[in-house]
Structures are given as structure tokens and as C-alpha cells.
């Protein structure tokens, strides 16, 4: 999981990790925000962007976790939030070049 460490930051690559698993390591590293609980709760279900809980897509799940985990810091936690912006930016860009 850690891949590299120097003297100010720890780096964490994500990228083969499902939702999910980001989600579990998140609460390993960090103490859940109250306000993004309900999100990080419903990415526990949650494997890729594709996905849905409920009546919501995952893809909203994880941009509703990620407005409320702005407090939330640390550099797992900013590894987190950069994986999962990420993905939700390659989905967005993925959408764009099939559109026409």
C-alpha cells in the first residue's frame, strides 16, 4: 500500500483498490467526519463509479463524500481524495470523448 516515503510525506498508490477498499483504509487513517459518515458508509458497497446504492449513483456518493471530508486530512487521506477525484475526472473526460 505505502510506496514511498521521504522525510515530510508518505505516498499510497490507489489506484487497484475498489471504492470500497478506499473506503476501509480511510477509516483506518482517519477519523470519519460526521458529515461525510453517511457517504463513506454507502462507498463501503460501493466497487467502481459504475455502481449504485440505493437510488444514487455512485458517482454522486463519492462527490457528496468529498464535499463533506474537506476537513478530513492527513496524507492518506489526501492520497484518498486524490485517487477518487481522479477517477471521477478519467469518468468525466471518458464521457466527453464518447459524446457526439
Do not use: C
Not at 521521504?6 to 483498490?17: P, R
Not at 460526521?34 to 449504485?52: F, G, Q, R
Request: aromatic residues 8%; without cysteine.
Amino acid at each position: 500500500m505505502k510506496t514511498q516515503t521521504n522525510k515530510t510525506e508518505t505516498t499510497y498508490d490507489l489506484s487497484m483498490l475498489s471504492i470500497s477498499e478506499i473506503a476501509v483504509k480511510i477509516a483506518e487513517y482517519s477519523k470519519i467526519h460526521p458529515t461525510a459518515e453517511p457517504y463513506w458508509n454507502a462507498m463501503l458497497s460501493i466497487e467502481t463509479l459504475n455502481d449504485t446504492y440505493g437510488q444514487d449513483s455512485a458517482r454522486s456518493i463519492v462527490l457528496y463524500f468529498l464535499a463533506n471530508a474537506r476537513s478530513m486530512t492527513g496524507d492518506f487521506m489526501r492520497a484518498a481524495k486524490k485517487e477518487l477525484n481522479d477517477r471521477l475526472n478519467k469518468e468525466a473526460d471518458d464521457y466527453g470523448k464518447h459524446k457526439h
